[in-house]
């Protein structure tokens, strides 16, 4: 049998998550979680952990948004491939948002609008030390992706593709960062991310911000996703907050989307 590992990394902390065996032997378990420094991307270890003896393990991670940054646009036409798609996606975000593509990964992902693309830029040195740790500890690396992508997904799945005269907004608060995806007329339209230090202001300055971006009419559509001990950030917001519902029924998810949605039960203070 297989073992998957999954870890959520944000500025801080570390979460690990096995994931074992298929249909009815399916399981999802927390193994544990650790504090690290993003500031020392050396401090990122699993020293700790003692990962059972499998011929083969894997290796997913889910990097919180503040250790990396988004921007959505359109690709210029003409391009050749991959390559050269990356290339005017890191030129397009030096050029925006200052970076140095030496100290970034960037990655793409293309969305039903044709020739626009989300792209999501990680810090270098992270990337290079989860590479380094996955071999230490004989892990295949399968992927490196922002959390809130799996998220976003989730909610795609509850909600269905935003309509085309309604407008929709998801802001997605992790405890040190929050993501904000934009969409109208069906599409993704705007996606952003920046780090907090949970002020109680916070959440109520985005979602002003989000219902100006919707207009009126389509404050509706606005939905907020917020990190368990963050809940009292959302008092004057309960009835935006998503819960489980129907949307998700195993206890666990080996993405860790389910860090962001609550029990019915669970009240907010």
Known sequence: MIDAYHIYLNGSEVMLRRQTGWGRWYRVEDITRWQWDAGTPASLNFDAIELRKRRYATLAVH??????KFMIFQLPPGLQGEQEERAAAEAQMQYQLGLNPGQWEF?????????????CALRADIVARLRQVAREHGLRLLSVRPYVAGVWNAMQLRCGPATLNDGRAMMMVERDAFTIVIE???KMDAMSAMTHRREAEVINREIRRMAYSLGEDAQRHAYLM????????????VDKVVRHE????????????????????????
């Open 226 to 237: 917020v990190a368990g001990e963050l809940l009292p950030l959302a008092q004057l917001h």
């Open 246 to 269: 129907n949307l998700l029924q195993p206890i666990l998810y080996a993405d860790f989307r389910d860090l962001l949605f609550h029990p019915p039960a669970q009240g907010i203070p």
């Open 63 to 68: 990097v919180g948004s503040a250790l990396g």
């Open 107 to 119: 990655t793409l992902d293309h969305l039903p609008a044709r020739g626009k693309v989300v792209a």
């Open 184 to 186: 109208k007329e069906g």
